[in-house]
């Protein structure tokens, strides 16, 4: 096995998961990253309607940014393992108690065309670090038009208004939930999934993103 990870670094240099710099011993992130990102710090968490309080690690600015964009869209999924170690770590420092997680669904089109749900990706990696089980609660029964190119708060919410519903059958009553997306702007599209899930009966609904924007 030590062999083959020798050849696959000749073959494919690691880099690093935020600046895309080539990296040293196979660490997913260099060293400049771990110490430079653009944390959040005491500002990671938010407040949004039907929300229990959502937390973000980082902001969505420079290096966040491009990283979110080449793991959405550029196939490196792989990407997830690091965000998910982010993920876990924002959500136990913010002490958010939940019984499952789930993640804000793509539509079948969407995910027909990109070929994976990136946020389902992290929703997952999070629950392996968290011991937590990852259940699909959700599913989007519309194509709306995507939240980045809609507008403003008040567009983005009537563009999710009636987006998402319960998956037949999940285990959602009386259930505190730990929803999970990549981004987080106006809050809109996670706050739509969380008034979904109450009005289901889940007791309460946290939410965590990898970023959020920058005010």
């Known amino acids: 096995m030590k062999a083959l990870s020798a050849i696959l670094d000749l073959l494919f240099p690691p880099r690093c998961t935020f600046c895309h710099r080539l990296t040293q011993k196979g660490a997913a992130v260099c060293p400049r990253c771990q110490e430079k990102l653009p944390y959040t710090g005491s500002a990671s968490r938010q407040s949004f309607p039907h929300v229990d309080g959502c937390c973000s690690p980082l902001y969505y600015v420079g290096t966040v940014r491009e990283s979110l964009l080449r793991y959405k869209f550029g196939g490196l999924r792989h990407y997830a393992g690091v965000y ?4 876990a770590k924002c959500i136990d420092e913010n002490a958010f108690s939940c019984d499952s997680i789930t993640w804000v669904p793509l539509s079948r089109r969407r995910l027909r065309r990109r070929g994976y ?9 999070t629950a392996k670090r968290l ?10 029964k519309k194509n709306n038009p995507a939240q980045s190119g809609t507008g403003n708060a008040e567009k983005r919410r009537r563009n999710v208004k009636g987006v998402y519903e319960t998956v037949k059958g999940a285990e959602i009553t009386g259930k505190r939930i730990l929803l999970v997306d990549d981004i987080v702007t106006t809050g809109a599209t ?8 109450k009005a289901a009966g889940a007791k309460a609904v946290f939410a965590c993103t990898l970023a959020r924007r920058k005010d």
């Open 190 to 197: 996670l706050s739509e999934c969380a008034s979904v899930l």
């Open 84 to 87: 998910g170690e982010l993920l």
């Open 117 to 125: 749900d990136q946020a389902r990706l992290l929703a997952e990696e």
């Open 131 to 140: 011991g937590l089980p990852c259940k699909r609660l959700l599913r989007k």
